[in-house]
């Protein structure tokens, strides 16, 4: 079965340092890989996505970057984090070539920016 | 641009009723629907979909989803409530991209709380 991890699941970092979360799906090949930020416990907003190795596309204009270095590994960057970077970031997975497949989620990393 | 309204912030049950969770969208062409749940500090888990066929789909935890093309409607619904389905409930949309590839679009989440 296909599972997905992210960590780390806390983090706590000062305004200026650098970002890197990381996630990871075992059971599959070439999924399509998300990230997204959830603000307050509320409304997910789509960060990136990515259809294959190297393939971003970003959603919204920000503080953040992703790369896809292997099929099943994704992660997500910043140079220098700011106060409006906290909040719940989830990684998701869906499998490639079906449209009508659902999304599913990791467990997320708390991000605290101090 | 494909979307999903859910009205109701916050739902409230007393154990052992029935619930509704409310989620109306609104596409263009044939939608394809989504309800997760997500527990504190976790992520999101996939429930049931509706991609056509019987209007009732049946999912997990008891969980079903009435899909009626002429409200634009697609609630949750449980028959007897758990304090355990106490959560935050999201309903989604698909957003084709292009084939082979879907973006979800989410509505703002309900929270259910069930009361013992």
């Known amino acids: 079965s296909q599972t997905i991890h992210q960590w780390p699941a806390t983090l706590v970092q000062p305004v200026g340092s650098p970002l890197s979360l990381e996630c990871t799906v075992e059971g599959t090949s070439n999924p399509n890989l998300y990230w997204y930020r959830q603000a307050a416990g509320r409304g997910l907003q789509l960060l990136f996505y990515s259809v294959g190795i190297g393939q971003i596309s970003s959603e919204v204009p920000q503080n953040l970057s992703a790369s896809r270095p292997q099929d099943r590994q994704f992660i997500l960057s910043s140079k220098k984090l700011l106060l409006s970077d906290s909040g719940f970031y989830l990684c998701?997975?869906?499998?490639?070539?079906?449209?009508?497949?659902?999304?599913?989620f990791g467990d997320g990393t708390r991000l605290s920016i101090l | 641009a494909q979307s999903v309204a859910q009205p109701e912030d916050q739902v409230n049950v007393a154990e052992g009723n029935p619930l509704t969770v409310k989620c109306t969208y609104s596409v263009s062409g044939n939608p394809y629907l989504f309800w997760y749940v997500q527990y504190p500090n976790r992520g999101l888990q996939f429930l049931l979909k509706?991609?056509?066929?019987?209007?009732l789909v049946k999912g997990s935890y008891g969980f079903e989803a009435e899909f009626n093309k002429s409200q634009t409607s697609f609630h949750l619904k449980k028959p007897s409530a758990l304090v355990s389905d106490s959560a935050l409930y999201f309903c989604?949309?698909?957003?084709?991209?292009?084939?082979?590839?879907?973006?979800?679009?989410f509505g703002t989440g309900t929270r259910l709380l069930v009361s013992p």
């Open positions: 989604a949309v698909r957003d084709m991209v292009s084939t082979g590839f879907q973006k979800l679009v």
């Open positions: 509706y991609i056509t066929g019987d209007n």
């Open positions: 998701a997975w869906s499998p490639t070539g079906s449209g009508n497949q659902p999304q599913h």
